[in-house]
T-cell receptor
Framework: KAGVTQTPRYLIKTRGQQVTLSCSPI?????VSWYQQTPGQGLQFLFE???????NKGNFPGRFSGRQFSNSRSEMNVSTLELGDSALYLC?????????????FGEGSWLTVV | AQRVTQPEKLLSVFKGAPVELKCNYS??????LFWYVQYSRQRLQLLLR??SRESIKGFTADLNKGETSFHLKKPFAQEEDSAMYYC????????????FGKGTHLIIQP
């Protein structure tokens, strides 16, 4: 079956703009989570959605938001972009949140803020 | 809050030599521990998790609650093992996202 799909794969934005990234989870998966990866901070958890509800949120400012649709597809939005938001944004999906469920990652969306 | 530490940024060993990638964690509750691997130009993928107690591609990892460690081991390294390895933790029950270590870049020299 198809893996986790993220679009767009690469994008360049200007400081102050906003960006929306999209994620299609593996068919049947209801949990979608987002991570930010940077050289300095590594992989950091942004938030997790399950059945359209945000269940957990990492330590990021309110400029970072997300949502999940009824088909489990998810989007994340970053408003008022800053240079430090340049990163690889990874989406991951799993069947649910229970122990033993494997979390599968997408290839990521590379965001450059100039 | 939970924390995962991978003390080695880079580890270089020769083919056929044993490999040990270190991972230490701090978490007050019951954790689930994972090792993820990222080969060059590929996505992050699960290598193994402590609850399965399995061996994948010759790698094993044992959760040591007393030492709060989850080191990854392989007795004989192969060139195709060269990759970035990330140790990760989440609270048992999945009530939070994964907390990752900074990763160890493993290079297997021929």
């Amino acid at each position: 079956k198809a893996g986790v799909t993220q679009t767009p794969r690469y994008l360049i934005k200007t400081r102050g703009q906003q960006v929306t990234l999209s994620c299609s989870p593996i068919s049947g998966h209801r949990s979608v989570s987002w991570y930010q990866q940077t050289p300095g901070q590594g992989l950091q958890f942004l938030f997790e959605y399950f059945s359209e509800t945000q269940r957990n949120k990492g330590n990021f400012p309110g400029r970072f938001s997300g949502r999940q649709f009824s088909n489990s597809r998810s989007e994340m939005n970053v408003s008022t972009l800053e240079l430090g938001d340049s990163a690889l944004y990874l989406c991951a999906s799993s069947a649910d949140r229970a122990s033993g469920n494997t979390i599968y990652f997408g290839e990521g969306s590379w965001l450059t803020v100039v | 809050a939970q924390r995962v530490t991978q003390p080695e940024k880079l580890l270089s060993v020769f083919k056929g030599a044993p490999v040990e990638l270190k991972c230490n964690y701090s978490y007050s509750g019951s954790p689930e521990l994972f090792w993820y691997v990222q080969y060059s130009r590929q996505r992050l993928q699960l290598l193994l998790r402590h609850i399965s107690r399995e061996s994948i591609k010759g790698f094993t990892a044992d959760l040591n609650k007393g030492e709060t460690s989850f080191h990854l081991k392989k007795p004989f390294a192969q060139e195709e093992d060269s990759a970035m390895y990330y140790c990760a933790l989440r609270p048992q029950g999945g009530a939070d996202g994964l907390t990752f270590g900074k990763g160890t870049h493993l290079i297997i020299q021929p």
